[in-house]
């Protein structure tokens, strides 16, 4: 099959960064390995969910997005809607805090599908645990994203060959009911010093720049604020999440390594 890759982009939900910096890492060097221009996109605030996407089938689409209990982001899930891959090829890429991706990936497959998008490879890549920088702490690191490089070089070397077949992903069908958990945010402390940050890279937009303690309902626990904090003033301290943070902290520390699906 003649090779018609003229752009590869990269579109990303990624309200702490991890998976946004495995997809550019691989990328761009997929991008460079066909030699083709690279664009990167986000998904992660309200206003660059609220916009429409096409794609086309002579462009790639890295697609990422973080695993929140073994499943994809409903507010990820959704902002897809406004994506139409019309016939792009994609990759699809979900990161994880270093517990389980579940069956998160195939569910991405199955979403991109959906959206009219040719699936030609999966990536499972690992991040810090957004709950606690005691798990996966400081992922991805340079090893990462070295993988996430030659991984991009190796699905280049595959469509260069013309291959543009789906791989067998992980994950089982029908996906299990997803279950946002108890309705908790973080709570803010004196130490706050009233900067706004955390307003501003929260993907929900419901934290008041003016008065963060008074966040609203729809906190979706991705952690950008806690993780963005310049004091150190946003944390979640509600039992049940305690609870959640000791067992990742006493069962999910051994390294796990990212794994590419061609």
């Known amino acids: 099959m003649e090779m018609t890759v003229k752009e590869v982009q990269s579109l990303c939900f990624s309200p702490t960064h991890t ?5 550019e890492a691989l990328s761009g060097a997929l991008a460079a390995k066909l030699g083709v221009p690279y ?17 086309s089938a002579e462009m790639l689409v890295v697609v990422g997005a973080p695993v929140y209990g073994g499943r994809l982001p409903n507010v990820f899930v959704e902002a897809m809607e406004q994506v139409q ?26 979403l991109l599908e ?4 040719r699936v030609v490879a999966g990536c499972a890549s690992l991040g810090e645990h957004s709950m606690t920088a005691r798990v996966a702490a400081g992922r991805p690191d340079e090893q990462d994203l070295a993988a ?15 291959d543009t077949g789906t791989p067998k992903l992980p994950g089982n069908e029908p996906f299990r009911a997803w279950s946002a958990g108890p309705s908790v945010y973080p709570e803010t402390s004196d130490a706050c010093v009233h900067c706004g940050l955390c307003a501003s890279v929260c993907p929900m937009g419901i934290i008041d720049p003016a008065d963060p303690a008074a966040e609203a309902e729809g906190c979706i626990r991705c ?4 993780k963005g904090c310049p004091v150190g ?6 039992p ?5 943070i000791e067992k990742l902290e006493t069962f999910c520390t051994a390294r796990r390594e990212p794994e590419l699906y061609l």
């Open 233 to 238: 003033a946003r944390a979640f301290t509600q």
């Open 148 to 162: 996430a490089r030659e991984y991009g070089e190796r699905i280049a070397e595959k469509l260069a060959a013309g």
């Open 240 to 244: 049940p999440l305690l609870a959640v």
């Open 223 to 226: 952690c950008a604020c806690v």
């Open 85 to 110: 891959g019309n016939g792009a090829l994609a990759v699809a890429v979900v990161t994880y805090g270093n517990r389980a991706y579940e069956d998160a990936l195939l569910e991405l497959q199955r």
């Open 19 to 23: 998976t946004q910096r495995s997809a």
């Open 39 to 55: 664009a990167a996109q986000e998904l992660t605030l309200p206003h660059e969910r609220a916009q429409a996407r096409a794609y």
């Open 114 to 117: 959906g959206a009219g998008f």
